[in-house]
């Protein structure tokens, strides 16, 4: 009978332990309710609901203390009693927006570890096509932005490299990694064109000075450069941005590009107006893509 009670003993701290590790390994998000306009309160909590729904199989999603859903019972193990309070590893939010009958999707995580922000924008006629497609743009979004945590891991241990020669032919293929951009394709002849999650393609010229890669923006700025900003904000920087450009060096075997971006941002000031920060610079990294 004891040796029957030690095991069963023995048995449950394994399944404790194990339970507690796969907790460990799944990512805390914090869902944040979605901005919307031109469509129903119903229509978005549909979507959010879906979003939500899906977000859970990846993670463990807890809400705002003030923001807890009344049936977050039915999430299953998504939500935990008593989590809302736990610093998460990520923040979901997300905006939908009606525009030309068109229904204008954006979702945004932010990395709570490193502030990096992954975003994507698709369009969708109806309600239903945004529904069934609603799962792969979770699961892309968040499978993005893990893997950008690890390769900044990756890019740490870059600063201790030497950068390689840049010739137009250790640079010539296509790249990923630049937020609000599916991929950038750099050909030979200092052309290359950049594909934005929007639909939009931005021609990009390049030149090499000393061992700096040096790209920009070789097309009229359009609002679906600009995605997924409101589209009053969107409009605005399309009118008054400066062209997009990038400074880079080579690292990791010709498989990563790091450097800067310079662009143009918006702030909101308090007071409801908008302030232009031109020459606005931040990291980038871009990490060649063999499909």
Known sequence: MYK???LLLALFAIFSL????????????????????????EETRFIESLIQSYVSDAGELIFSYDNIPPDAYLLGGGLLLGSWNRTPDYILSGSIYLEHKTRIFTLEIRNTHTNEITKTTTEHKTAGDLALKARSLVENIIKFSVLSEMELA?????????PQTITENSIAGTWRGETGIEIIRLQPGGRGTAF???GA??????????????????????????????????????????PMRWEFMLYSGGNRLRGTKISTEIRVLQNGNTELLYETARDAVLIRSYY
């Open 18 to 41: 194990i339970l507690t590790w796969a907790q460990e390994t799944r990512p805390v998000i914090r869902f944040t309710p979605f901005v919307s306009q031109g469509i129903s309160n």
């Open 196 to 198: 934005f999650s929007s």
């Open 154 to 162: 990756a890019a740490n241990e870059v600063e201790r490299e030497i």
């Open 4 to 6: 029957k009670f030690t």
């Open 201 to 242: 393609q931005m021609n990009l010229s390049y030149s090499i000075e000393g061992n700096t890669l040096k790209i920009w923006q070789n097309s009229p700025n359009v609002e679906r450069f600009y995605y997924p900003n409101p589209p009053e904000i969107a409009k605005l920087l399309s009118q008054r941005a400066e």
